[in-house]
């Protein structure tokens, strides 16, 4: 309600204080993000750099009892083709990307996957 009354005001200018706040639902602030930018996909694309812990952290995650977690396959949406990921394919085998002058394995680009999330605001 209060967003819409910045609009129906013409408030050309927000400020959003989010001090002191211990986070909550990622694809809840994406929601707000595209409501407020008009972008489909605000979140732009991710990759995670390769490590043991991530490779052991993902394969368990592809286990049934953990589908439902973030970061399971299902949470990583493929850019090229608009689908979840159902397997470990996102991250493993990756691919060789630069950051900050030096090359570290990465998993593939995705988004993350809030497409099926009924958050209406």
Known sequence: DTLQLEFNLNVSN?????????GGSICLGY?????LTNEEFPEGQYDV??????????????????RNESFAPE??????????????????????????????????????GCLGNSLDL
């Open 14 to 22: 927000l400020i959003l204080d989010l001090r002191g706040n211990p």
């Open 49 to 66: 750099i390769h490590s043991k812990m991530h490779s052991e952290i993902f394969e368990r995650l592809t286990l049934p009892k953990f």
């Open 75 to 112: 949470f990583w949406i493929n850019p090229s083709t608009n689908q979840p990921y159902h397997d470990i394919s996102w991250y493993d085998p990756g691919k060789l990307w630069e950051r900050g002058g030096h090359q570290s394995n990465y998993s593939n680009h995705v988004h993350v």
């Open 31 to 35: 929601k707000v993000i595209s409501y």
